[in-house]
């Protein structure tokens, strides 16, 4: 089981020219509207792997909320532990031709009341994976002490701090972070935070792939298969996801990286940020044809 407690987002993308400066006037070449947020497409990207996957985030009571969820049960994804009690946020992304993006996003109602929430059910229901985004620390740290059985991973996007990033390593079983927010947060000794936080680290770098720190001090690299680049909005989201499913079905960490590199490098091919991430099949068929 993977519980994805996180964002859920209606996205609103709208494809440009180029991304507009301070002042800039730019014409719209296409407005759609798809369904998106961290925790909800690392949710679906965890279903078409296979995955028992989960999404407990905070959506409203509305019409959109329901086709939001609707949506994500249509991948296979269980919503049953998804608060309606807020609102379905929304983000404007502005998209280039080149796959270039800028994201403008507002703060989801999810509570540190929800997150004990769900850390409890988690626990009472066996245990499993529990993914957090970095915008809940500091404070999810506490949240997740005595909670046996469960095993969390962190997207740090998010953290705002080092304090935040430091609180969620603290915590987490394996955290995913972008190389210069790492640099800018962590500091250059990665390996460092790795061991000292018995963490495993998995730094991106966009098309110049991935290294995992692990706690034991090993390093280990992979590199980022060539695409012709659409729409990368949700690649992360996909790769957090992919490498998540690997984990549950026994995967070591450098090999759930490999394969989670490579689903997040085809879902750049199509636009939005779900639509387009691919299923086991296609990741697997596209392993072997590089074997």
Do not use: K
């Amino acid at each position: 089981m993977i519980v994805f407690c996180g964002y859920g987002n209606s996205d609103l993308t709208v494809n440009v020219p180029a991304l507009p400066g301070a002042g800039d006037r730019v014409q719209a070449l296409g407005i759609e509207r798809h369904d998106g947020g961290m925790g909800a497409n690392a949710a679906a990207a965890a279903a078409r792997m296979g995955a028992d996957s989960r999404f407990a985030g905070v959506v409203g009571p509305d019409a959109l909320s329901t086709a939001f969820l609707d949506g994500l049960g249509a991948e296979g994804v269980d919503v049953a532990w998804t608060s309606r009690g807020g609102r379905l946020t929304t983000a404007v992304i502005l998209v280039t031709p080149d796959g270039e993006r800028s994201v403008i996003s507002e703060d989801d109602e999810l509570t540190g009341r929800h997150v004990a929430e769900v850390v409890r059910r988690c626990a009472e229901a066996g245990g499993g994976w529990l993914y957090l985004d970095g915008y809940r620390f500091p404070w999810a740290a506490a949240l997740l002490d005595g909670a046996t059985g469960v095993r969390t991973v962190v997207d740090l996007d998010g953290c705002e701090s080092a304090e935040a990033a430091r609180a969620a390593l603290s915590a987490a079983e394996h955290a995913i972070i972008g190389r210069a927010q790492a640099e800018r947060l962590l500091g250059p000794d990665l390996g460092a935070v790795a061991v000292s936080n018995g963490t495993h680290l998995l730094v991106t770098d966009g098309a110049r792939g991935w290294r995992l720190h692990t706690p034991d001090g090993g390093t280990r690299d992979g590199a980022a298969i060539e695409v012709r680049v659409r729409d990368a909005t949700g690649a992360g989201d996909c790769f957090v996801g992919c490498y998540l499913a690997e984990l549950d079905r026994g995967a070591e960490p450098a090999a759930a990286a490999a394969f989670a590199s490579v689903a997040a490098g085809l879902s750049c091919t199509g636009p939005g940020a779900r639509e387009s991430q691919p299923d086991r099949e296609a990741v697997t068929a596209y392993l072997a044809r590089g074997a």
